[in-house]
């Protein structure tokens, strides 16, 4: 058995059966918007991607959590689950999911390998405050990138005022007793 060359995707037997899932709904809803000459609701893929794709494969949350501690966690997120563990936090993408569909829909991949990249790195995700989601909704980017997002995965953040220096895995070792 030979091992992969370096920077080849190596996609297990589930992997490569959810991606080949994930492109036959892809090509269905291009040809349903071909044949209607209409854009397709990114709902059903949305919901698809959660349940059959991230969720999956997304990391153990804290004990007693729901918030995977390998996940990048803003500075505030860090502070407000060691202050209280039962404070409003929330699992955000870097990018909008309906953004990335769209962007599936309207480039198609050139095999699930190219598939698999788009779906590990564009939906990627990170734990924020409630308050910081707030912010980047009220500034207009919950549903939109800023300019120059195509290069910078965290220039929504930036033009919300979160400094994404700040974002790190949360270490289990700054848990307090009733969290961890």
């Not at 993408?93 to 990335?100: D, G, I, S």
């Not at 989601?133 to 919950?142: E, K, P, V, W």
């Amino acid at each position: 058995m030979s091992s992969p060359s370096p920077g080849a995707v190596v996609i297990g037997d589930r992997d490569a059966a959810d991606l080949r899932c994930m492109s036959a709904m892809l090509d269905a809803h291009r040809r349903w918007e071909a044949e209607t000459n209409s854009r397709a609701s990114v709902k059903a893929l949305r919901e698809w991607l959660w349940f059959y794709w991230q969720a999956p494969r997304r990391p153990q949350p804290l004990v007693r959590s729901k918030y995977p501690a390998p996940l990048p966690w803003s500075e505030a997120a860090r502070r407000a689950i060691i202050a209280d563990p039962k404070c409003r936090l929330v699992i955000e993408h870097r990018e909008p999911v309906h953004l990335v569909i769209r962007d599936l829909l309207d480039h198609p991949s050139a095999d699930i390998g190219q598939l698999r990249d788009v779906l590990d790195n564009r939906l990627a995700c990170c734990v924020i405050t409630k308050a910081e989601d707030d912010a980047i909704n009220a500034a207009g980017f919950g549903m939109r990138l800023v300019p120059g997002a195509e290069h910078d995965p965290w220039a929504r953040y930036k033009a919300a005022g979160i400094d994404p220096d700040g974002f790190a895995p949360f270490s289990s070792k700054s848990l307090p007793e009733a969290v961890g």
